[in-house]
């Protein structure tokens, strides 16, 4: 059983930047596209941000395009999120999510929260103006 959980986050002022990491425990997470979502209070989770398993694509919701950016780790199980130039309108909870896939599907990652079966509880990212 996979077990995904985030690290990083915290407060800062708009124009900032934070880094949020997510961590797998259990099995190497060898053919899995990971993700960030994100969601404010009273609003619906939403796609942030995807990474196929070999790194190799990204793909990203339009509002954060340019200004943050997915990567993974040397040994495929961590995921980090950079933030740069942050918003007020950014501040959420923001949830690192993991989906299997079949290795010739090496450049697929998923935008739906649907298409993901492992979530991690989630980290608060404050943008105060």
């Known amino acids: 059983q996979v077990q995904l959980g985030e690290s990083g986050g915290g407060s800062v002022q708009a124009g900032g930047s934070l880094r949020v990491s997510c961590a797998a425990s259990?099995?190497?997470?060898?053919?899995?596209?990971m993700a960030w979502f994100r969601q404010a209070p009273g609003k619906e989770r939403e796609f942030v941000a995807a990474i196929s398993w070999s790194g190799g694509n990204a793909y990203y919701t339009d509002s954060v395009k340019g200004r943050f950016t997915i990567s993974r780790g040397d040994a495929k199980n961590t995921v980090y999120l950079q933030m740069n130039s942050l918003k007020p309108e950014d501040t959420a909870v923001y949830y690192c999510?993991?989906?299997?896939?079949?290795?010739?599907?090496?450049?697929?990652?998923?935008?739906?929260?649907?298409?993901?079966?492992?979530w991690g509880q989630g980290i608060w990212v404050t943008v105060s103006s």
């Open positions: 999510a993991a989906e299997q896939v079949h290795y010739n599907h090496y450049a697929w990652a998923g935008t739906e929260a649907a298409e993901y079966d492992y």
């Open positions: 259990g099995p190497i997470l060898r053919n899995y596209a």
